[in-house]
Structure formats: C-alpha cells, structure tokens
C-alpha cells in the first residue's frame, strides 16, 4: 500500500474517534428511562416474600415553614404514621391502603393481592412536631431508640397473609 505519512495519520485518528464513539455507546445507553422491572418492588428472597421498594414510601409533607418545629420519624414511628395516613384509602397497592398485622409490621396489597411488607425511610420522615406527638411513645421518635413497637396495636380488618 503505498500511502504517505499524512494519510495514516488522519486514517488512525478517525480509527481512534469511531473506537472512543463505540465505546460509549453502553454508557450512554445504561444513563436512558427505567426499565419495567424497575417498578416492581425487589423480592425478599430470605423469607419468600416481596417488600416494599423504599422509593414507594411517601415523604414528609411539602411546604413545611422554616419556622415550623419538625419531629423526625423513624422505625416503629414512621411505620405507625404511615399506617395512619393510609389505613382508609379507597383504593389498594403502594399509596393505598395500609394494614397492619398481628406481628407489628404494616403492609400493602397490590392488585395480584399479594402482600408488600412497607419499610420506613432510612433518613426518616419529616412530620410537623404538632402532628408528631401522637407517635412519641413509638421506637424511632425523633430517632429514639426506645420506646414501643407496633405489636398489640389493633388495626382494620385486612385480609390474612
């Protein structure tokens, strides 16, 4: 091949932009919209059961003044307060209505009614303090550690798991 100098060198460089462009191509394409699995609330393989994915919890309520005094509800607490804001919702899955079993924890039925075990926040909820006194005797109040679960609690009649 008789080629000079010049045109390997522009012939190498187009090599290395269309290398460097295909080597993008699945990093970019991972950055896209979520897949439908996403979802679908992970499974909890150790006990066969599925949970709730923590992107489903509700927040805090918005619009909190910066005057306003704030209680942090976490654990017990924050399950309890959920359970409360849902117990009557007309209609069923992730935001709606909640129930609460004989063993402490609170869960939701999706369509398929199967059962979703519901998991507080890890960072808690922000609830305004007036409202969050109701839950001071709970594990998790403004993230106490003692206190009283949600066992012994009487809740709506729910279908059995």
Known sequence: MNTTYGERKIVSRLLAVLLSALLMVPLLSSCGGGSKNATQPPVDDSI???????TNQ????????????????????????????????????AQGKYYLSKNGRVYYRDAENRAHWVTPPSEGIRVPESEAQKYREFQGYNRQNTGRDLTGLTSSPAPAL
Do not use: C, F, M, W
């Open 48 to 54: 066969g059961r599925t949970v709730s994915d923590r």
């Open 58 to 93: 509700p927040q805090a309520k918005k619009g909190l003044g910066t005057g306003q005094k704030v209680a942090i509800l976490a654990g017990a607490a924050a399950l309890y307060y959920l359970y409360n804001q849902h117990k009557n919702a007309p209609k069923e899955g």
